[in-house]
């Protein structure tokens, strides 16, 4: 399929690019995608903001590719009438995640300890929003925009909807980790917000969802020095979303946008 070759030729291009990046900071090449290679912290910020760019570039490129325009292609996709799915899902994704992380830590499955200073805590809130949202705008229309809506009509919904789940899940695993379990927990993720797409037409409800989410995580993890509950249950650090009580929570969502947005 086009699609596939297109997301191939894309992580090609990502690898490429980090590599060339790399030699310019005169540090050694790898084929696992991580900004964190840079060996400063402003050449992480430069690496990181480099990738972002080659992924916004391909986003750009596919409508070409498929014969429309940037505007055309994610225009029914992003359409104004649709916004409030946007806000909605990340409310709702923030409060329900949320309440999931604080029940866990009240029961001591956390170890509380903020990771920077009380007065930096607003300014590191607002960084953590701001890579949130800028995570959604990327990887949504990659894997629900470009993906998941090339493979509905060869496929139909509940093919389409798993298999670029587990595409979502495994570009996760493109960096280094350990947690390789961890995958499950990110395919629930993935067909969670594909049947959000698919139900609504529409980018918006997924970017927000995924974004609440993320940012639900992060802020979390400001407040936190160690986990300490069984992984089975409430995941990892890197990977909250692995547990079973959030599993559940994700296939609670998924049941209900399925049943009640229809």
């Known amino acids: 399929m086009t ?3 297109f997301i191939a030729a894309t992580l090609g291009a990502v690898v490429l690019v980090q590599n060339a ?8 090449l790898q084929l696992a995608i991580d900004a964190r ?15 972002q760019a080659t992924l916004l570039a391909a986003l750009a490129c596919y409508p070409l ?30 409060s329900l995640l949320g309440a999931l992380l604080l029940a866990e830590s009240i029961t001591g499955c956390f170890v509380p300890g903020a990771r920077c200073a009380r007065q930096q805590l607003p300014a590191r809130i607002a960084l953590k929003l701001m890579s949130c949202v ?12 470009i993906l998941l809506r090339d493979l509905l009509p060869a496929t139909g919904a509940g ?13 996760h695993f493109l960096r280094r980790h350990k947690e390789t379990w961890a995958a499950i927990g990110l395919f629930v993720l993935g067909v969670q917000l594909g049947i959000a797409f698919v139900v609504t037409g529409s980018l918006w409800l997924a970017m927000g969802l995924h974004s609440g989410g993320v940012l639900a ?8 020095e160690r986990y300490r509950g069984p992984a089975w249950l409430i995941g990892t650090k890197d990977f909250p979303v ?10 609670a969502i998924s049941v209900g946008i399925w049943r009640f947005l229809q």
Do not use: N
Request: proline share 3%; with cysteine.
């Open 3 to 5: 699609v596939l070759i």
């Open 21 to 28: 990046a790399l030699v310019v900071l005169g540090q050694p």
């Open 37 to 51: 290679a840079g060996a400063t912290k402003a050449a992480r910020l430069a690496l990181k903001l480099l990738l």
């Open 65 to 94: 590719l498929a014969g429309s325009s940037v505007s055309a292609y994610y225009g029914t996709m992003l359409a104004a009438s649709d916004w409030h799915y946007c806000w909605q899902g990340w409310l709702f994704a923030v």
């Open 134 to 145: 800028m995570v959604a705008a990327v990887e949504e229309p990659f894997f629900r925009g």
């Open 159 to 171: 093919p389409a909807i798993v298999l670029s789940a587990a595409l979502f899940s495994g570009a």
């Open 217 to 224: 995580i992060q802020v979390h993890r400001l407040l936190v």
């Open 242 to 251: 692995a547990g079973v009580a959030c599993i559940t929570l994700m296939v």
